[in-house]
C-alpha cells in the first residue's frame, strides 16, 4: 500500500501542474477557466498513455520467457513487475526442485531391479523403467502414451489386467527367449494402476528342480524299498532251503546297501551346500590324498585293473581334506566301475606354469558319448541307468564332484570318446596349489622337516602302488611332477570336452 498515498499524490501534482500550465495559456488568451480545464484533461490523458505503456511493456514481458528482468519504470508498474518477477521466480525454482525430486524419485525406481510400469485409466502408459520395458518387450519411449493391452502379446496378462482382480499375480512367458514373468497390479490415483513386474524364471526352474529333485530320490529309493518288500513276502510265504534263504538275504543286504550308499550321497550334497566354503589355509599333501584314493580303489578293483598313481612330492591344494577325497574317491571309483577288467586307470598331478594345477583321473573304458557330456553333473543323470545300479551307483557322483569343485574355486573338465576311454580333470586355481618352491619359502615356519614328512609320504606312496608303477619311466617312479600329457592322452585329441563348472 506504501505505493498508493505517493501515487495518488504524484496523480495530482501532475494534473495542478498541466491544469496550471493550461491556466497561464488560457490567460494569455483571456480565457484561463477553459485553459486550465484543457490542461488539465491533457495531464490525465498523457498520464494515462504513459501508465498504459509501462503496463504494455510489463504484459509483454509476462507474455515472453521472462528471461530478463521485469520492467521497473515507475513507482507503481515498477513495484508490479518486481512482485510478479518475484513469484515467478520462485515458481520456476520449485518447478525446478520438483523436476530434479521427480527426476532422483525416477532414477532410483530405474535401478530398481523389479520392473516398475504406471498405467493411465485407459491403461495408456504413463511411465516405465527399463527392466519393465524388458520384461514386456517394450520400449520406454516410443511406446509412452500407448495403450499396454495393444503391446504385450502375452494373452494371460492382457486377460489378468482387463479382468481387474489383482489380488494374485499372474505368471506369463517373457518377449523372445526370455523365460517366465510374474505380474502383480495395485491400483492408486484416479483409476491409475502400478504394474510390478519380476523375472520368475530361475525361481521356476529351481522349483521345477525341486520338484524333479524329489520325484527321483522318491524313484531311486521306491525301487530298493519293493524289492525288499518282494523279498520279505517270499521269506513269509514259502518254505525256502537255505541255500535259497542265504541268497535271498544277499540280495537284501544288496538293496540295503543300495540305499544307504544313496542316503550317504544325498547327504554329502546337503552338507555341501548347507556349509561355508573352505578356506584357503588349511593345506593337504596331494600325495598323500592320492595314497588313501588308491586304497579305495584297489579294493574296489581287486585286481582286475592296472591301477597307476603318479603321486607329486612336494604339491599340496588348499581346501578341505575330506571333501578333496571325495571328489578324487567319486571319480577313480567311476573310472574302475566303468572301465571292463583288464583296463586300466590313471591318476596324475598336472602342476601347470601359471602355478595351477590338476588332479587327472584317466581311463581306457567305454567313453561317453558326446551329448551325454553336459549333462554328467546333474543329479541322477546315468548314461546307461541299469550299468550305473548295477555297479553300485547313485547318478550323484559327478555331482559331488562338480560341488567340491566350485567350492574350492576350481573346475572339472571332462574329456571323452566312446570307445576310446574318459579323463576327468579336476583343476585348481593358483592361489589354492603350493609346491616345493613356495614350501621352501615357508620352511622356516614349519616345525618338523618338511623333507622328512614328504619322503615318508611319497615312500608310502611307492610302497603301496602296484607293480605297474615299478615298471614305469625312471621319471615317473620318482613321482616328481609325473604327467599324463594331454597329447599322450588317447582322450584328449579330438576328443569332446565339457566344462562342468562353468
Ligand atoms: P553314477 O553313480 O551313476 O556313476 P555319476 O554322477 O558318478 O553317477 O556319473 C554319472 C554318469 O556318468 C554315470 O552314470 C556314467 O554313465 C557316466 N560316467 C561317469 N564316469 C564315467 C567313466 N569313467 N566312464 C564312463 N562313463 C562314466
Redesign the pocket.
Known amino acids: 500500500m506504501e505505493w498508493l498515498i505517493p501515487r495518488i499524490l504524484s496523480s495530482l501534482l501532475w494534473v495542478l501542474l498541466t491544469g496550471s500550465a493550461g491556466l497561464w495559456l488560457g490567460n494569455l488568451y483571456g480565457l484561463p477557466g477553459v485553459g486550465a480545464l484543457i490542461g488539465s484533461a491533457l495531464g490525465v490523458l498523457l498520464h494515462s498513455v504513459v501508465d498504459a505503456a509501462r503496463a504494455e511493456r510489463l504484459v509483454q514481458w509476462l507474455r515472453g520467457k521472462q528471461v530478463n528482468s521485469a520492467p521497473r519504470a515507475g513507482e507503481f508498474w515498477g513495484e508490479v513487475g518486481y512482485r510478479v518477477e518475484r513469484s515467478v521466480r520462485r515458481l520456476e525454482r520449485s518447478v525446478i526442485d520438483e523436476n530434479e525430486k521427480l527426476a532422483q524419485f525416477l532414477s532410483a525406481i530405474e535401478a530398481s531391479p523389479n520392473g516398475v510400469m504406471l498405467l493411465d485409466a485407459g491403461d495408456q502408459i504413463e511411465w516405465c523403467n527399463s527392466e519393465a520395458a524388458d520384461h514386456f518387450g517394450l520400449d520406454p519411449r516410443r511406446d509412452k502414451r500407448q495403450r499396454v493391452t495393444n503391446l504385450v502379446r502375452a494373452p494371460a496378462f492382457v486377460a489378468y489386467l482387463q479382468r481387474g482382480a489383482f489380488e494374485e499375480a499372474v505368471v506369463f512367458p517373457g518377449p523372445g527367449s526370455r523365460g517366465s514373468v510374474s505380474v502383480l497390479v495395485r491400483r492408486y490415483g484416479q483409476g491409475m494402476k502400478l504394474v510390478l513386474s519380476q523375472d520368475v524364471t530361475e525361481r521356476e526352474r529351481n522349483d521345477a528342480m525341486r520338484r524333479d529333485f524329489v520325484a527321483n530320490v522318491s524313484h531311486e529309493i521306491r525301487t530298493p524299498l519293493t524289492v525288499l518288500g518282494g523279498f520279505i513276502e517270499t521269506m513269509v510265504n514259502l518254505q525256502l532251503s537255505d541255500a535259497e534263504r542265504r541268497r535271498v538275504m544277499e540280495l537284501m543286504a544288496q538293496q540295503t546297501v543300495r540305499m544307504q550308499s544313496l542316503v550317504g550321497d544325498l547327504l554329502t550334497l546337503a552338507q555341501l551346500e548347507g556349509s561355508p566354503r573352505p578356506t584357503a589355509d588349511r593345506w593337504v599333501d596331494v600325495a598323500r590324498l592320492f595314497l588313501q584314493v588308491q586304497a579305495d580303489a584297489q579294493a574296489l578293483s581287486a585286481g582286475r585293473h592296472q591301477l597307476l598313481f603318479n603321486a607329486p612330492v612336494d604339491v599340496q591344494l588348499a581346501g578341505a581334506e575330506v571333501e578333496l577325497i571325495s571328489a578324487v574317491v567319486?571319480?577313480v571309483t567311476?573310472?574302475v566301475?566303468?572301465?571292463p577288467a583288464g583296463g586300466s586307470v590313471t591318476v596324475s598331478w598336472l602342476n601347470r606354469s601359471d602355478g595351477s594345477g590338476e588332479i587327472d583321473?584317466q581311463?581306457d573304458?567305454?567313453?561317453?558319448a558326446r551329448e551325454?557330456l553336459p549333462r554328467?553333473?546333474e543329479r541322477f543323470?546315468?548314461?546307461?541307468?541299469s550299468?550305473?545300479?548295477d555297479?553300485?551307483?547313485?547318478?550323484?557322483?559327478?555331482?559331488?564332484?562338480k560341488h567340491v569343485m566350485l567350492r574350492h574355486g576350481g573346475e572339472l573338465e571332462v574329456l571323452?570318446e566312446v570307445g576310446k576311454?574318459?579323463t576327468?580333470k579336476l583343476q585348481f586355481p593358483s592361489s589354492r596349489v603350493r609346491s616345493s618352491a613356495s614350501l621352501a619359502a615357508h620352511a622356516a615356519t614349519v616345525p618338523a622337516t618338511l623333507a622328512a614328512t614328504l619322503a615318508a609320504t611319497h615312500a608310502a606312496t611307492q610302497a603301496a602302488t602296484p607293480a605297474a608303477i615299478l615298471a614305469a619311466t625312471p621319471t615317473q617312479a620318482e613321482g616328481a611332477n609325473v604327467l599324463s600329457a594331454p597329447a599322450q592322452n588317447p582322450t584328449a585329441q579330438n576328443a569332446p570336452v565339457f566344462n562342468a563348472t562353468r
Open positions: 567319486n571319480l567311476n573310472a566301475r566303468y572301465t583321473v581311463d573304458g567305454p567313453g561317453i551325454h554328467l553333473t543323470y546315468r548314461v546307461d541307468g550299468r550305473s545300479r555297479t553300485g551307483g547313485t547318478g550323484l557322483g559327478l555331482s559331488i564332484v571323452s576311454g574318459s576327468f
